[in-house]
């Protein structure tokens, strides 16, 4: 019997640190650090998502084939000393900021594999963009495909376009820093005040109540862009080369004045210049998959980097047909580069033979990849913190919470593996009844403690999702926004003059008012039943007594804080917060028959359960 190749790829040292383990081609786990350590886009060695990974696999370090990581630390180097270099003296801060780091880890990693498993295990390095080209092709259902990747930098690129076909994949051109759409995008988020590799999801939740009158002013003095997609940026206008600070006075005044202070007031100002910039972005990206379309002559397409994250630029590119299938990573940003990397050994390394589904669809499984908790394990935690909570029968379960919902009740929901990607998929999500016009704003202000314009997503049967939006296409990632259809709408104009957006999101705007955006817009995620039977089920037995065959679907977490992991996660967030009921598997938390929560040293200290 042969061996089994085993490849654990790793991501870490930037931002959202993860890992992924694959077998014999077969995505096995995948997690995101910050889930285990309850720390925002943690960035450190993946620690406890490596040990998850090989605990879901039962795999022992020495049956380790190869380690992937999911950059070129040396190619990193080299464009920071260059920077620094083009930049002196003023870029000196850049150097002492983020030399330690690189050179105090990236160009040690193999000691730090060593102290960590405690055996020699080969690394290999794949570069930052073709991991991101490897984590949207090889999962994808397509034999061919063309290629996308736009972030914000990597080691030298920040754009890419390509081709995949059977187990390899061509580059065929890229643009490089500091010339990058990702990073014009997050300039914009910080001068509106947001937080930078956070904020962006806020900036284009924003852009439907403003009106682009600053894209002209964009396009004269920020970025030219050609007829092919490919641009530079003006860096008379942008700090991030010479400092750590994304912009100067220059783009200050450009703008006319100083930034946003975070927290303070949104103004119509903020409104307009986040409905520009997304304009903006989405012509560049259209430009960008039309010569994608043009270069490869492919009828596919897939996508990642973090602006594949942007899902409005995305239902563009499905809304013009250039190409007849979109398939588009889950996990996007920096995080599903671990599972990139480890993909790229194991095709282009190793020079396997592609691994496909039989049934024509993705290998991703519903990026449901991440820990799960046993029943008993549920009822351990219960009973270690004397929870009162009933359980259900499971053929009882989705009417009993299904009732809950068209109750207006707002349900924590914990069930079966936790999601890899940004998006909560109906693993660890908090849902509640669409038809309400003002649930929005009261999920926003009382349950995820954030700003009142930002928007839900609509989760939706996927044989009905035709009967609400202008979609046919299976959309189970939430990566698409698609305009809601004419005869779900209800008369209402967004003059865009309205700085009270409170009033403007309670404003009904279609017979499912608190998924759809001002622009009549939706961010759609369609379950088929398949790699979420449960999810499903839940879904139709709504439909089955309201005739609404959509429910709001959030993240479980409140605003700062990672989604929810543990059981333990879940109760705390359901308790700091107005959720009505939890759902953890089959039991039914209601919030009237908790006790006083009280935040002791014992809640803090773990993460999951003894």
Request: hydrophobic letters at 40%; a negative charge.
């Amino acid at each position: 019997m042969s061996k089994r190749n085993v490849i654990l790829g790793v991501s870490c040292f930037y931002h959202d640190s993860a890992a992924a383990l694959i077998i014999d081609g077969e995505i096995i786990a995948a997690s995101q650090e910050e889930r285990f350590t309850r720390i925002k886009h943690d960035s450190r060695f993946p620690v406890n998502a490596i040990n998850y990974c090989l605990e879901e696999a039962h795999i022992k370090n020495n049956e380790i084939t190869a380690i992937a990581f999911y950059d070129n630390p040396v190619l990193s180097l080299d464009r920071i000393v260059r920077s620094v270099i083009s930049g002196y003296p003023e870029s000196k801060v850049q150097w002492t900021e983020n030399a330690p780091g690189l050179i105090g880890y990236k160009l040690f990693l193999d000691e730090l594999i060593f102290d960590f498993f405690k055996l020699k295990i080969p690394i290999l390095y794949s570069e930052h963009h073709f991991s991101h080209a490897a984590s949207a092709f090889y999962p994808s259902p397509f034999d061919e495909s063309a290629i996308l990747t736009i972030d914000g930098v990597g080691e030298w690129s920040t754009t890419t376009i390509g081709y995949g076909s059977g187990n390899s994949i061509e580059i065929s051109s890229e643009i490089h820093y500091p010339h990058s759409l990702g990073l014009l995008y997050s300039a914009i988020t910080f001068y509106c005040g947001f937080k930078v590799n956070s904020g962006e999801y806020k900036l284009m939740g924003l852009a439907p109540y403003g009106k682009p009158v600053f894209k002209d002013l964009i396009y004269e003095n920020l970025i030219s862009v050609k007829g092919d997609g490919s641009y530079k940026l003006n860096m008379k206008y942008f700090g991030f080369v010479k400092s750590n600070s994304m912009i100067n006075d220059d783009f200050c005044n450009l703008f006319g004045g100083p930034a946003r202070k975070p927290e303070s007031r949104i103004t119509k100002k903020e409104m307009d210049i986040a409905a520009s910039i997304q304009l903006v972005t989405e012509e560049i990206v259209l430009k960008l998959a039309k010569e994608a379309k043009r270069v490869s002559n492919s009828a596919n397409l897939v996508m990642a980097g973090g602006v594949a994250l942007n899902c409005v630029a995305n239902g563009k590119i499905l809304e013009n047909k250039i190409f007849e299938n979109i398939w588009i990573q889950p996990a996007s940003g920096d995080a599903g580069c671990s599972l990139g990397a480890a993909l790229n050994v194991y095709y282009l390394y190793f020079k396997k033979p592609r691994v496909k589904s039989s049934d024509g669809r993705d290998m991703q499984k519903g990026s449901l990849l991440g820990i799960s908790y046993s029943e008993r394990e549920i009822e351990s935690f219960l009973h270690t913190y004397s929870i009162p909570a009933k359980k259900i029968k499971i053929e009882e379960r989705a009417k009993t919470i299904a009732e809950l919902l068209a109750s207006q009740k707002i349900i924590g929901y914990f069930s079966g593996r936790m999601e890899f990607g940004p998006r909560s998929l109906g693993a660890r999500s908090i849902i509640g009844d669409p038809r309400d016009a003002k649930m929005q704003s009261d999920m926003n202000l009382k349950i995820k403690f954030r700003e009142s314009f930002r928007p839900f997503a609509p989760v939706v049967l996927r044989e009905k999702v035709n009967d609400y939006f202008e979609l046919n296409e299976d959309s189970p990632y939430m990566l698409l926004v698609s305009p809601v259809k004419k005869e779900a709408r209800l008369e209402f104009e967004n003059k865009g003059t309205s700085e009270d957006l409170i009033e403007i999101v309670n404003i009904p705007r279609s017979i499912i008012p608190s998924v759809t955006h001002v622009d009549y817009s939706a961010r759609v995620e369609t379950v088929d039943g398949v790699d979420n039977p449960k999810f499903y089920d839940v879904i139709k037995e709504f439909y089955n007594i309201t005739g609404c065959a959509v429910l709001i679907n959030t993240s479980f977490n409140v605003r700062g804080e990672p989604i929810v992991c543990s059981p333990k996660d879940a109760y705390k967030c359901f308790m700091r917060t107005n959720m009505d009921v939890l759902v953890l598997e089959d039991y039914i938390l209601y919030k009237e028959e908790q006790t006083e929560f009280k935040e002791s040293k014992n809640w803090q200290d773990e993460y999951a359960l003894d």
